[in-house]
């Protein structure tokens, strides 16, 4: 009846679609300079060429290959997404952890701080940062972390106050365990299935709004990405939509790929949500 | 007795609203350091249009050679009694430029909350009782995608396809300036401008709420007190019309007030593609022209509507829960 | 719509279910909940269904309504009479007129069993507007009328109230009265009690017999609780997977019970009468290992935070709750080897007095003293060379174990704290695991591989590892099954023999207490209202509060008869 995790993962037909996709992402990114001309701003070829013809996915107002940018895209956008998340898990689980676990004041004011930050207008703050910091690729990963780590703490502290209450954690405290090594060993691992389910779907919110900064101008300058070059398209919609569709639904099929692949995540690793 | 309890829970969240009033204050102000260059020249409009008397003015005002602490609380009476500031690049004061572009603003989130909350709670208690068909699929797979889709793209692809293609609706601005309607007939045309860029920012919306009320009805079926309602001997619509559908709100109602802040930037985003002369475009502009001390203002005003918003939000539950304890005993 | 009450006593049965069988999906752990199941009530007869969890009594009850989660769990097989009219193939429109009109049913949890955002009056007009034709006004009456019946107070103002203002008692109370409206035919009633207090319970059956009587309305009685039995059937049906194994008449079936099942299961629910000889020696000349003096703890005094917005703008706190006195000066004091029982209902404040003497809260005021040293205001490090003197035992067997750990690990962690080095505290673990009757080679398994009685077996041997002299047990047998139950009382029982531990035992159980332990101490309210030999105050309760508890304990007639009469069952 409790068939492997992977196996599990890989029979949903929604998340081995998400997976080969994303699978296809990552080794597009890995294999950029590979697979397409070397740097995505170079010019190659006459302006507005047409996509599918012979200059594979087409050329932008400059001349520049559509696919080396949606390769190099790749890059930068995933790169950016998962470095910003990861440092919004650290940095939410962190403050969840300690929320949950030692309560009172200090989750008073914790969550009070938390709440603070998911009420203002997060991407106003966002751009305000990124804006202040003056645009590049540390000042938006610093802004995408800053605005998606509320998420996680509650999720975290949630987690931690419940298996805080359970009874095998109170065992622990009677037996004398440190309460580091009661949150490493008894809470971590009991609450790392939530946490990977919701830096995954984290991941997909970061990618929207790395891209929504550089549609904006306030991107990574030098570095191609996905956001900027709809953002850069967008003047030419009416002669030359693919410039802005072909980016569009690779942003779209990547969101859309790792949340498929989140929800599976999610009903794989909580089985007792699979009985309909 | 009911209603003054009400008033009196409104007013302690109103209360519990300016510690987060004060924050974004403070945050500002610590934005405003980590901006390149000095404060007063930050405020003026980086890259000068602002003559130096008036710089000079600001850096007395805001005591710039006075120590930090000294210099926030300046700030935060300024920013208090509603001195913003004065832009020079648009040559207004900051609070009158944000006052003009904030209905606009007002007029597109309303019609996206309109249309995400209410679409979302239709379909998705629509999509819970078609469960396991192909409609309920469809509407899955329709709203999986919309959850997917940057609002940017999905903007400019509606312009595509109905204004430059099929020119069903206009492709920018919020009225027909040149035509000078009064009347009825400037509101339909308010409203023609407003459809593409509501169905933009709602699509996002619609698939949330709609996957929230699809799995919140699912899991108020299996609760207990609907077995009870079966037991009763009521009809399945009403029990879930009268039963169900009140229970599966709740986390609607919640989510749609945590969502407000994100709605708002949101609309920065709509109202840059479709140039909707709101504070999203105001913020986008002011962006270029290195205007941060209207940023600022943008970003403070904003902040405030969420708390107001979030307090309506709050009064509503209020009203749709009981057990919400308003007051003491 | 005759609301007249109808004791006339009919013929033929009210009810009548024949080789009823419930298909369950292709993941459950057997093909059918119910297996061929045949069962009869007459009119004004009150037919108590037994079974342990899993046995597929209340399947088999709401199969009757077919409230069953179609189509993965349905009815395959089988006929279910009401008054003649065949309901397991009924259609739609027919079922729901009979739900609520002919038979109702009372469900275990009142307060999830009732919609939390409508008013309990209207939940019940509901009934009568989907059955009757009458105006808003007289469906008041009857509404208001029938709260009178199962005497709930002030019926007009529990009438516009929410679940969630009501106290449990009156909550099962409503949904009686939910039952009762329409006058039904038949009642199903699952678990009725189960989730109440003793007192509560006592009063919530003898409301049940004496409606029924008054009525004439047939009673179906779900139940695992063999004491509830002796109270309240006539008749009884001992259900083990999905199967009826014994079907007779109440009084035949208490005292002479034929299934070897429905034995075992009489056998194992521990006797009222306090066990002859219990701890051997007189323990009055041990000097005390556990002395507690004027303890105190309070919860719900939030005075920090937001008190100058409270003071300022009064009621307008938010989650504050009234100060509860959960521990209220109390002074006990515990003799090494002896094991004593601290019973109360809930509320009563019994678990965190133990929580406090354990150091999982921290008491307000007073002194605790475990073999001279003193615990009250000691901090977490400072506890630590304490940890093993005392352990505890916890209630729910399937929280108490880190589903992550192997079963090893988790026993050997303690000693392992303690100094011990990792390869002899596994070894440890595992002679611990024969003594709670394990197989040493548990110890490379995880928790979830194990039963509820199995899991409370390794937590007891968790709890041995640090080889302590208090062990404080809080209500561990309360989530098992009866069957289970006796088990691990008597092991506990036999590994405090073996080691000279002390024991405290938490239970809202005065079975269980006098099956344990040879001292009582009950509490109310935080406070100590009675303390003494196990035997002295079950024969002689000086206080009120021990009298009603006494008294309360459902079946306590028929198990003091059984030892007068010398029968004792399964005797024969």
Redesign the interface.
């Known amino acids: 009846?409790t068939r492997p995790f992977w196996i599990r993962l890989v029979a949903n037909p929604r998340a081995a679609f998400g997976l080969v996709w994303l699978g296809l992402v990552v080794l597009a990114a890995l294999a950029a300079p590979l697979i397409a001309q070397a740097d995505p701003f170079a010019i190659t070829g006459s302006p507005f060429a047409r996509p599918f013809g012979e200059s594979g996915l087409g050329t932008d107002s400059l001349g520049r290959s559509v696919w080396s940018g949606l390769v190099f895209g790749a890059r930068t956008t995933l790169l950016i997404a998962v470095i910003a998340t990861l440092s919004a898990v650290a940095f939410g689980g962190l403050v969840g952890a300690l929320a949950g676990f030692y309560g009172g004041?200090i989750d008073?004011l914790l969550m009070?701080l938390t709440?603070?930050f998911?009420?203002?207008?997060?991407?106003?703050?966002?751009?305000?940062?990124v804006?202040?910091?003056?645009p590049s690729a540390t000042s938006v990963v610093v802004a995408i972390a800053t605005v998606s780590w509320p998420p996680i703490a509650r999720v975290v502290r949630g987690e931690v106050l419940t298996l805080r209450s359970?009874?095998?954690v109170?065992?622990?405290?009677?037996?004398?365990?440190r309460?580091a090594a009661i949150l490493l060993?008894?809470i971590l691992?009991?609450a790392l299935s939530p946490l990977i389910v919701t830096g995954s779907l984290l991941v997909?919110t970061a990618i929207?709004t790395e891209?929504?900064l550089s549609?904006?101008?306030?991107g990574a300058p030098n570095l191609m990405s996905w956001?900027f070059m709809?953002?850069a398209g967008?003047s030419f919609?009416?002669d030359a939509?693919w410039l802005?569709?072909i980016p569009?639904v690779a942003?779209?099929?990547t969101?859309?790929s790792i949340?498929?692949v989140g929800e599976a995540l999610n009903d794989a690793l909580n089985p007792r949500l699979r009985?309909? | 007795m009911h209603g003054t309890r009400l008033v009196r829970y409104a007013l302690l969240r109103l209360l519990q609203a300016v510690?987060?009033v004060l924050?974004?204050v403070v945050?500002n102000f610590l934005?405003?350091q980590?901006?390149?260059g000095d404060a007063a020249t930050v405020l003026a409009g980086e890259a000068g249009g602002a003559p130096p008397e008036y710089v000079a003015e600001l850096r007395a005002r805001f005591g710039l050679d006075q120590p930090m602490l000294v210099q926030l609380g300046l700030y935060l009476k300024n920013i208090l009694l509603l001195d913003l500031g004065y832009s020079f690049r648009n040559s207004a004061p900051v609070l009158d430029l944000i006052l003009e572009r904030l209905w606009p603003t007002l007029l597109l989130m309303g019609a996206t909350f309109v249309l995400s909350v209410g679409g979302g709670v239709v379909v998705g208690l629509l999509a819970a009782l078609w469960v396991?068909t192909w409609r309920d699929h469809l509407i899955s797979v329709v709203a999986?995608?919309a959850?997917?889709?940057?609002?940017?793209?999905?903007g400019?692809?509606l312009?595509?396809v109905f204004s430059?293609w099929l020119d069903w609706f206009p492709t920018s601005g919020m009225e027909d300036v040149v035509a000078f309607n009064e009347g009825w007939a400037r509101i339909i045309d308010i409203a023609h401008h407003l459809v593409l860029p509501t169905i933009t920012l709602s699509l996002f919306y619609l698939a949330l709420y709609t996957r929230l009320m699809r799995a919140t009805v699912l899991e108020q079926r299996g609760a207990e007190y609907v077995t009870t309602a079966r037991a009763k001997g009521l009809t399945e619509g009403r029990i879930t019309m009268r039963h169900i559908l009140r229970n599966a709100l709740l986390p609607v109602v919640t989510m749609a007030g945590?969502q407000v802040?994100?709605l708002?930037?949101?609309s920065?985003?709509v109202e840059?593609?479709f140039a909707w002369p709101g504070l999203g475009q105001l913020?986008?502009q002011s962006?270029?022209a290195?205007d941060?001390n209207l940023?600022?203002g943008?970003?403070f005003l904003?902040?405030c509507l969420?708390?107001i918003v979030?307090l309506m939000v709050d009064v509503i539950y209020v009203l749709l829960d009981p057990r919400i304890r308003v007051g003491g005993a | 719509m005759n609301a007249a009450p109808t004791a006339t006593v009919s013929a033929g049965p009210i009810l009548d279910i024949s080789e009823l069988s419930v298909a369950l999906p292709s993941?459950a752990d057997r093909p059918q909940a119910v297996k061929q199941v045949s069962l009869q009530i007459g009119a004004g007869e009150t037919l108590c269904v037994v079974g342990e969890s899993g046995s597929g009594k209340s399947v088999m009850a709401r199969a009757i309504l077919r409230l069953l989660p179609e189509p993965?769990v349905r009815i395959v097989d089988g006929r279910v009479l009401l008054e003649g009219e065949d309901l397991a193939h009924a259609d739609d429109k027919r079922m729901r007129a009979v739900r609520g009109g002919k038979i109702a049913m009372i469900f275990q949890e009142p307060m999830v069993a009732l919609n939390p955002l409508m008013t309990i009056g209207r939940q019940i007009d509901e009934i009568l507007e989907a059955h009757t034709d009458w105006g808003k006004a007289e469906r008041r009456r009857r509404v208001v009328a029938t709260f009178e019946d199962v005497r709930l107070p002030d019926p007009a103002r529990i009438f516009g109230a929410y679940p969630h203002e009501l106290s449990g008692g009156q909550r099962q109370r409503v949904m009686i009265a939910m039952s009762l409206v329409l006058e039904p035919r038949l009642i199903i009633a699952d678990e009725p009690t189960t989730a109440l207090d003793v007192t509560t319970e006592a009063q919530i059956l003898s409301l049940l017999k004496e409606l029924q009587q008054r009525h004439g309305t047939a009673l179906l009685f779900i139940t695992h609780n063999f004491g509830v039995v002796a109270e309240i059937a006539d008749r009884v049906a001992v259900m083990r997977r999905g199967e009826v194994v014994e079907h007779g008449d109440a009084e035949e079936v208490l005292t002479r019970p034929r299934h070897p099942y429905t034995r075992a299961l009489i056998e194992a629910v521990p006797s009222l009468v306090p066990r002859k000889g219990i701890a051997g020696t007189d323990k009055s000349a041990a000097e005390p290992i556990l002395e507690i003096r004027r303890l105190d703890k309070i919860y719900g005094r939030r005075a920090?935070?937001a008190s100058w917005l409270t003071r300022w703008m009064p009621g307008l706190g938010r989650g504050r709750r009234q100060a509860v006195h959960a521990v209220n000066q109390i002074d006990l004091d515990v003799k090494r080897g002896s094991a004593v029982a601290v019973v109360g209902e809930s509320g009563s404040g019994k678990s965190t007095l133990a929580r406090c003497l354990?150091?999982?809260e921290q008491a307000d005021a007073g002194s605790v003293k475990i073999a001279g040293n003193e615990i009250v205001g000691l901090s977490?490090s400072a506890?630590?060379p304490l940890?093993s003197r005392?352990?505890?035992v916890?209630?729910?067997p399937f929280?108490?174990?880190?589903?992550?750990?192997s079963v090893g690990d988790i026993i050997a962690?303690?000693a392992i704290?303690?100094g011990e080095a990792p390869d002899a505290a596994m070894s440890q673990a595992r002679e611990l695991l024969t003594l709670v009757g394990l197989e040493p080679k548990a110890a490379e398994r995880y928790p979830h591989e194990f039963s509820g009685g199995q899991r409370q077996r390794i937590?007891i041997a968790?709890a041995l590892a640090?080889k302590p002299d208090i062990l404080i047990a809080d209500e561990p047998v309360s989530a098992l099954d009866v069957s289970v139950q006796k088990q691990v009382l008597d092991l506990l029982d036999s590994l405090r023999r073996r080691f000279g531990l002390t024991m405290l035992f938490i239970t809202h159980d005065l079975r269980v207490a006098a099956h344990v332990c040879e001292e009582i101490v009950v509490l109310k309210s935080g406070r100590i209202v009675e303390h003494g030999k196990t035997a002295e105050i079950f024969a002689d309760p000086r206080h009120e509060y021990t009298r009603a508890l006494l008294s309360s304990v459902p079946g306590r007639d028929w198990q003091l008869r059984l030892v007068g009469s010398s029968a004792g069952p399964g005797t024969d």
């Open positions: 009846m004041r008073d009070r709440e603070f998911q009420t203002i207008p997060s991407f106003i703050f966002a751009i305000l940062l804006a202040m910091l003056s359970r009874e095998f109170q065992a622990a405290i009677t037996l004398g365990e309460d060993r008894q691992p009991n997909a929207l891209s929504a549609f904006l101008g306030l956001g709809v953002g967008r919609l009416r939509w802005v569709a569009g942003i779209l099929l969101v859309l949340n498929l009985t309909p | 510690p987060v924050g974004v945050l934005l405003l980590l901006a390149p396991r999986v995608i959850y997917a889709t940057p609002l940017f793209w999905i400019l692809m312009i595509l430059i945590v802040g994100a708002l930037g949101g920065v985003v840059t593609v913020a986008f962006l270029f290195r941060f940023l600022l943008i970003f904003s902040a969420v708390v979030n | 993941w993965q920090q935070g354990i150091g999982l977490r506890w630590r940890r005392v352990q505890m916890f209630q729910d929280a108490s174990l880190n589903p992550r750990t962690r303690g704290l303690q937590g968790r640090v």
